[in-house]
């Protein structure tokens, strides 16, 4: 059965929903992460870039590195949306119902997690420059997909 899924921030001026299931949901400990989400590690649905629809409003964007992009609330400030230029991928972790979404992908950036943060799952962990998609979205010969 297909579970409907659907987000937004917390003032809820952004709201979005998906057409269809996340691909993965995934850990990520990368310092990165760490600062704009205010906490040990981030959480990603990921999804294609059109699977995701906006229903309300739009999240202001910050480019946070040369190949990456942060959309977040202008007015509540919560992260909404992490998506590579040369990636048809979206990432989200402002789920609706997260209780549905148990992590299922992999857990990355370990370089820098946080030693008391302890991971209690099996799943692969990777460090950033071992992630394939980080390593499919630095790669020049990509063809950028917008
Ligand atoms: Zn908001
Ligand atoms: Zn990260």
Same mark, same amino acid.
């Given at each position: 059965?297909?579970?409907?899924?659907?987000?937004?921030?917390?003032?809820?001026?952004?709201?979005?929903?998906?057409?269809?299931?996340?691909?993965?949901?995934?850990?990520?400990?990368?310092?990165?992460?760490?600062?704009?989400?205010?906490?040990?590690?981030?959480?990603?649905?990921?999804?294609?870039?059109?699977?995701?629809?906006?229903?309300?409003?739009?999240?202001?964007?910050?480019?946070?590195?040369?190949?990456?992009?942060?959309?977040?609330?202008?007015?509540?400030? !919560?992260? *909404?949306?992490?998506?590579?230029?040369?990636?048809?991928?979206?990432?989200?972790? +402002?789920?609706? #119902? %997260? /209780?549905?979404?148990?992590?299922?992908?992999?857990?990355?950036?370990?370089? !820098?997690? *946080?030693?008391?943060?302890?991971?209690?799952?099996?799943?692969?962990?990777?460090? +950033?420059?071992? #992630? %394939? /998609?980080?390593?499919?979205?630095?790669?020049?010969?990509?063809?950028?997909?917008?």
């Amino acid at each position: 059965m297909l579970r409907k899924v659907s987000g937004g921030c917390l003032c809820k001026k952004i709201q979005y929903k998906a057409l269809g299931e996340p691909k993965w949901v995934s850990v990520c400990h990368c310092r990165m992460c760490q600062k704009a989400y205010g906490n040990t590690s981030a959480i990603f649905a990921a999804f294609s870039k059109g699977q995701l629809q906006f229903t309300s409003g739009l999240p202001k964007y910050f480019q946070s590195s040369d190949i990456a992009k942060r959309g977040f609330c202008i007015d509540c400030g !919560s992260p *909404i949306v992490f998506s590579y230029k040369s990636l048809d991928a979206v990432f989200v972790g +402002t789920l609706d #119902d %997260p /209780e549905n979404w148990q992590p299922n992908g992999v857990h990355l950036g370990i370089e !820098s997690k *946080i030693p008391w943060d302890v991971i209690h799952d099996k799943l692969p962990q990777y460090r +950033t420059e071992e #992630d %394939p /998609e980080f390593i499919a979205a630095s790669s020049s010969d990509n063809t950028v997909i917008k």
